[in-house]
């Protein structure tokens, strides 16, 4: 399964992105979801998560109170709208799903999209 993320491209400081991915699936109800980014000489980070059913919804700390992830069971897809960017931002982001019994946001993850770039300058 090949995930497809769209979405990227150059911004201002302080601009806004929002970022999609296509699960092309019978339905991602029973998937968590999540938003990865890996910067240059960095390693890989998830950045936020959504859980099968939407039970639960993680954050990493450096973008709390910014990103939003979200989802629409209906069009097989999620979201990550991102707000006040800042340089520390750039990064390719890629998006991810995994079938999960559990209402966790899981560590693994089975499929991934190839990534878009986001890049934070003026």
């Known amino acids: 399964v090949q995930l497809q993320a769209s979405g990227g491209g150059l911004v201002q400081p302080g601009g806004s992105l929002r970022l999609s991915c296509v699960v092309p699936?019978?339905?991602?109800?029973?998937?968590?979801v999540g938003w990865f980014r890996q910067a240059p000489g960095k390693e890989r980070e998830r950045v936020a998560c959504i859980s099968r059913s939407d039970r639960r919804i993680g954050y990493a700390d450096s973008v709390k109170g910014r990103f939003t992830i979200s989802r629409d069971n209906v069009k097989n897809s999620f979201y990550l709208q991102m707000d006040t960017l800042q340089p520390e931002d750039t990064a390719v982001y890629y998006c991810a799903a995994v079938y999960s019994r559990t209402f966790t946001c899981p560590r693994v993850y089975d499929y991934w999209g190839r990534g878009t770039l986001v890049t934070v300058s003026s």
């Open positions: 699936v019978v339905s991602i109800a029973d998937y968590a």
